[in-house]
């Protein structure tokens, strides 16, 4: 099967990225690290743009901007994957015969969700969602106490201030895209 992606050239996308059986494999510190570096990488190679990143135990949404003239987000993601699994520590062992078959790992769900943003208020809305993850899991009372976010930055860059989230913000309110 074919699936249809958005290929926006240059554009901004929001991810929703999850491990494989939904295990908790970012309450690991090792596998957090190794994501930071995993990201570093293919930036390094590859470049684009994080605008806001937020990881939870099970996993992880981003916004990425991408170069004009691209529009490959999914061999970065591929690679992240890729990296990541290589030196996961506590994936499930035992795998399905399709996962051995193409050689996969039981760390990711074969597949992640995107969606092209088309303006600033949809940049917006999905910004306000990633932040917002971690306090709508129960991890934390508000986005700025939640380690694995690019909150912090943003305050910083004066996008957010930084008692944003102490409630849940109306234009989020009922989503769930996870």
């Not at 970012?26 to 684009?48: T, V």
């Not at 605008?51 to 170069?67: E, F, G, T």
């Not at 993601?77 to 399905?96: D, L, N, T």
Request: hydrophobic residues 30%; charged residues 25%.
């Amino acid at each position: 099967m074919r699936y249809r992606r958005s290929q926006q050239q240059g554009g901004s996308y929001f991810f929703t990225v999850v491990t494989y059986g939904r295990q908790p494999l970012f309450s690991i510190q090792d596998n957090i690290g190794r994501l930071r570096i995993a990201f570093k990488r293919e930036m390094g190679k590859y470049p684009f743009c994080i605008d806001a990143v937020v990881v939870l135990p099970d996993h992880l949404h981003a916004i990425w901007r991408l170069p004009e003239n691209d529009n490959d987000y999914s061999s970065r993601w591929s690679r992240i994957k890729r990296y990541v699994s290589v030196g996961c520590v506590g994936a499930q062992e035992g795998q399905s015969p399709s996962r051995q078959k193409k050689r996969e790992k039981s760390v990711w769900q074969r597949r992640f969700w995107e969606h092209a943003i088309c303006d600033e208020d949809d940049w917006q809305h999905h910004m306000d969602y990633i932040h917002y993850n971690p306090v709508k899991h129960g991890y934390v009372q508000t986005p700025q106490e939640w380690p694995y976010s690019s909150f912090a930055r943003c305050v910083e860059k004066g996008w957010y201030p930084a008692n944003w989230g102490a409630t849940e913000p109306e234009n989020i309110k009922g989503i769930n895209q996870e």
